[in-house]
Nanobody, 122 residues
C-alpha cells in the first residue's frame, strides 16, 4: 500500500522560510519521480516542483530561485525548501508520485498525500 505523508506546513511571515517533507512508503519512492503540487482557495491545483529518480528537476516559474526540491533515498523522503515566501504562496501543498517523461515533463499518478497547509502573512 502506497502512502505519502506530508509535514512541515504552518504560518510564516512574508520573506520567511519553511521546509516541507513527504515521507513515502512502499516501493513508490525508489522507482518514481516525485513532485509537490499546491492548491490555493478558489484556484486550480498547480505543479510547483518535480524531481526524477535520477535527480532531474523542474519548477514552476513563480518559485524559481526561491524553492528547492530534493529527495533522500535513504529516508524515502522528498523535501521542498521554500525561501523568500510570499503571500501568494499560501496554499495547501500536496506530495505526488509520478513519472518523468523523456522530454522532461512530469506525469502525475494517482498517489497523493493528504496535504499540508502553508499560510504566508503579509
Amino acid at each position: 500500500q502506497v502512502q505519502l505523508v506530508e509535514s512541515g506546513g504552518g504560518l510564516v511571515q512574508a520573506g520567511g522560510s519553511l521546509r516541507l517533507s513527504c515521507a513515502a512508503s512502499g516501493s513508490i519512492f525508489s522507482s518514481n519521480a516525485m513532485a509537490w503540487y499546491r492548491q490555493a482557495p478558489g484556484k486550480q491545483r498547480e505543479l510547483v516542483a518535480a524531481i526524477s529518480s535520477g535527480g532531474s528537476i523542474k519548477y514552476v516559474d513563480s518559485v524559481k530561485g526561491r524553492f528547492t526540491i530534493s529527495r533522500d533515498s535513504a529516508k524515502n523522503t522528498v523535501y521542498l525548501q521554500m525561501n523568500s515566501l510570499k503571500p501568494e504562496d499560501t496554499a495547501a501543498y500536496y506530495c505526488n508520485a509520478g513519472l518523468w517523461g523523456t522530454g522532461g515533463s512530469y506525469y502525475e499518478l494517482n498517489y497523493w498525500g493528504k496535504g499540508t497547509l502553508v499560510t504566508v502573512s503579509s
